[in-house]
C-alpha cells in the first residue's frame, strides 16, 4: 500500500472534512500518499483528483459539508462507469479507497470492489443515522443538535401567539433524528416511520393540553411518515401540510408549519462528530495498510469495529422504541 484515495458521496454530513483531515494525516504519518476525489464518483469516472498533504487539510476539521464536494453520478450506477472508475484509480497507482457516505455511497463502493477489485474501507457519514454496524454516524449528532435549536427558538413564537407547530425533520425510512431531538427538545409529539400512531390521536392529545390550559403544542414529524392521512393529500407534498391540516380541523387551533429540511445538513460539527470522524477516518486507513477491503468501520459499544459491508448493507438498522415510549410518557 503505497497510494490511498479518498472522497465524499451522496448528502453532505457535519464532520466529513474531519474524517478526511484524519485519513490524510493518517495516511502521511505511515508515509502513504493521498489523492483527494473530487465530486464523489461523478469526479471518480472524470479523473478530478487532487494531491493532498498535511497543509491541504489545515484548518476544514470545523467546516461542515465537505471541501471534496459530492454530487449524485447516473454513470457510476452502470457497470461501464464503474469500469472508467477503476481504470482512473489504476492509472494513477491507488492502491485502495476511503469513503465516506451512507448506504447508497456504501452500495456504490461495494460493486466497485466486486467487479474490479478495487479495496476500499467505508466509513459512515449521514445524519440519518440509518446504518447498521454503528451506534452512530458522523453527522448524526450536529443534526440532532441543529433540530433542537429550532425547537427551542420555534417555542417561542409558539408560544407568544398560543399557536400549534409541526416540524418537519429529514428521515424518509427512519426516525433517528425526530425521537432523539424529540426527546432533547421537550416536543409533545412525535410521528415516524417506524410508529403507526395517527394523526386523530395526536389531536386528541393536543385537545387534552388545551384543556389543562397549555395553549400551544410541537409536533415533530419525520419526512417519512405515512399515517392515515396520505391518501387525501398530494403525494409530492411534504407530510407536514397535511397534518397540519387535519390537526386545525379536528381542533380548531392555528397550526403552521417549519420544513427545516437541509438546515439540518449545515453547520459547523459539535465535538462529538469530530472526536467521532477523527476516529473513523484514522481507523480506515490502517484497515486498508493490513490488507483489509469491502468493509465499514464504525463505533460498537463505544469500540471501533470493522464490519463486513454486506452485513451492513442487509441488516435495518433499528430504532430504540424505548427511546420513544420514554419520551411519550415524559410528554404528558
Do not use: W
Amino acid at each position: 500500500m503505497k497510494r490511498i484515495g479518498v472522497l465524499t458521496s451522496g448528502g453532505d454530513a457535519p464532520g466529513m472534512n474531519a474524517a478526511i483531515r484524519a485519513v490524510v494525516r493518517t495516511a502521511i504519518f505511515y508515509n502513504l500518499e493521498v489523492m483527494g476525489i473530487r465530486r464523489g464518483y461523478a469526479g471518480l469516472i472524470e479523473g478530478d483528483f487532487i494531491e493532498l498533504n498535511s497543509n491541504s487539510v489545515s484548518d476544514i476539521m470545523q467546516r461542515g459539508g465537505t471541501f471534496l464536494l459530492s454530487a449524485r453520478c447516473e454513470e457510476f450506477a452502470t457497470k461501464e462507469g464503474r469500469k472508467k472508475a477503476a481504470e482512473q484509480l489504476r492509472k494513477r497507482n491507488i492502491d485502495g479507497l476511503v469513503v465516506i457516505g451512507g448506504d447508497g455511497s456504501l452500495t456504490g463502493a461495494e460493486y466497485l470492489y466486486q467487479e474490479q477489485g478495487i479495496a476500499y474501507i467505508g466509513i459512515p457519514g449521514t445524519i440519518d443515522n440509518d446504518l447498521a454496524g454503528t451506534d452512530i454516524t458522523i453527522g448524526f449528532d450536529t443534526a440532532m443538535n441543529t433540530i433542537v435549536d429550532a425547537i427551542n427558538k420555534i417555542r417561542d413564537t409558539a408560544t407568544s401567539h398560543e399557536r400549534n407547530f409541526i416540524i418537519e425533520t429529514m428521515g424518509r425510512i427512519s426516525g433517528f433524528l425526530t425521537v432523539m431531538a424529540g426527546l432533547a427538545g421537550g416536543a409533545d409529539a412525535l410521528l415516524i416511520p417506524e410508529q403507526t400512531v395517527s394523526i386523530d390521536e395526536i389531536c386528541d392529545k393536543l385537545a387534552k393540553r388545551q384543556k389543562e390550559g397549555r395553549l400551544h403544542s410541537i409536533v415533530l414529524v419525520a419526512e417519512g411518515y405515512g399515517g392515515n392521512f396520505r391518501t387525501n393529500r398530494d403525494i409530492n407534498e411534504s407530510p407536514a401540510y397535511g397534518i397540519a391540516r387535519r390537526i386545525a380541523e379536528l381542533t380548531g387551533q392555528e397550526t403552521r408549519v417549519i420544513i427545516l429540511g437541509h438546515l439540518q445538513r449545515g453547520g459547523s460539527p459539535t465535538v462529538m462528530d469530530r472526536i467521532l470522524a477523527s476516529k473513523l477516518g484514522a481507523k480506515a486507513v490502517k484497515l486498508l495498510m493490513e490488507g483489509q477491503a469491502s468493509k465499514m468501520v464504525g463505533l460498537v459499544g463505544n469500540k471501533l469495529e470493522a464490519c463486513s459491508i454486506k452485513d451492513v448493507l442487509k441488516k435495518k438498522k433499528e430504532i430504540d422504541l424505548e427511546l420513544y415510549e420514554l419520551h411519550r410518557i415524559l410528554s404528558i
